[in-house]
Structures are given as structure tokens and as C-alpha cells.
């Protein structure tokens, strides 16, 4: 080979290495982390695949978009931490859009809008309100709009809290007793309860936070951007709605 051609060779070389280096290429997949059970958000059914109205809404948005992506269910606090250190690219988990996370995570436009519940044990008479708390242990879910609220009225109420990273734990810990009380985002509740999980709310809804999906701030900006976009055609062709009442009834 000439010297001329080899050097030509090495310079194409060289030109096809750092725009392959230069940002994800087109046809790989995003890898999106999940909870795994925030029903009706995610949850495995009875086949033992993930559904929900999360993952329905990314597979819509996806398939709008042309996105390629791989599902990562692994819990909510293990997502949180894999978005942070750069194993994941975004998160879609019922994850409340907050001020405080508003300053690591850049955040779709809403989702959903949703609040807080306090929920007992279904044959439980004696829970019925916040006063009835006092010196009283109560479960929340780890990172969570419920833990947040119940961190915010523990100390008026007198009440303690005990944490767990999955909501059937939290759930099992009220119906054992060892916790009177837990506090739950409405959907959430509000579906367990029509699956018969052992409970009951026993106060109304108290204003929470809109979910949105999430990525590391200032990074993955043009997932971003494609997840609004295909949120807002899913919403005027009437995809979302159907997602939506698939899950949760309206009467």
C-alpha cells in the first residue's frame, strides 16, 4: 500500500472512532430504570412482567418517538442511585417532580398529578385520624411524597416512623400491626385497596407533588425532549387517557 493510501486510511480511521465517540448513536437503546412495585405505576402481573401505567406510557412515548430502550426494574431508591451514577439514563417511577429534586434531576412535564393518604388495617376502628398517632409507630415507603408528608407532620402529631424500600413491606407491616398506620400516594393506595391488599384510608387526599420522568440535570437532554413531545401527541390522540383509565377507574 502507498504511503499516501495508508495515510488516508489511518485519517478515515480516525474521523469514524471520535464521531462514534462523539454522543450515543441513534440506534442504541436508552436504558430506563423502574420501581418494581408501585402499582398501578409498575408491577409484575400475574405472567410476571412488568405493566403498569408507567411502563404503558414509556412504551407509547417510545414507539411515538422511534426511541429504542431497555426496561430496568429494580426498586426506587436503587433507580434513584443507578440515574446518579451514570448506570441508567432515566427513570419513570412515580418519581414526584420537587424543588429539592429539581436540583439533581432535570424533569419531564408532568405525568400525573397526584397526593397523599393515610391508610390502617381494613378491620382497624380506632385509627381514623392524625390525632389518633400519638407515640404510635407509622410506615412509610423510603423517598417517597408519603414519607415526605409523614416526615412533615410527625412531630405535631406525636407519631414515629419505621422506613421500607418496597410498598408490599410497608403494607404487611401495617396488617401485622407492627405499624398502626401508613401513608401512601392516592393511585397507589386507591388500587391496592380494589386488589384487596388489607386496607383502608381513613383521611382524605392531601395535595402532593406531579410525577414526571426523569434525568440526571444536564444530561440525556434530548431524551428529554422526546419524552414531552411524544407525552403531548399521546395526550391529543387520546393514548394517554386509555393508559390512564386502564388502571385507575373514574367511577
Known sequence: ????????????????????CSGRKKSAAFKIATDTTFAPFEFQDANQQYVGIDIDLLAAIAEDQKIAYELNPMGFNAAVAALESGQVDGVIAGMSITDVRKKKYGFSEPYY???VVMAVKADNTTINSYDDLKDLNVAVKTGTEGATFAESIMDKYGFKLVYFDESPFMYEEVKTGNSVACFEDYPVMGYGISQRNGLKMVTGMEKGSSYGFAVLKNKNTELLTAFDKGLANIRANGTYQKIIDKYIATN
Open 1 to 20: 500500500m502507498k504511503k499516501s493510501s495508508l495515510a488516508l486510511l489511518v485519517v478515515l480511521i480516525c474521523v469514524v472512532a471520535l464521531s462514534g
Open 113 to 115: 398529578d397526584s397526593g
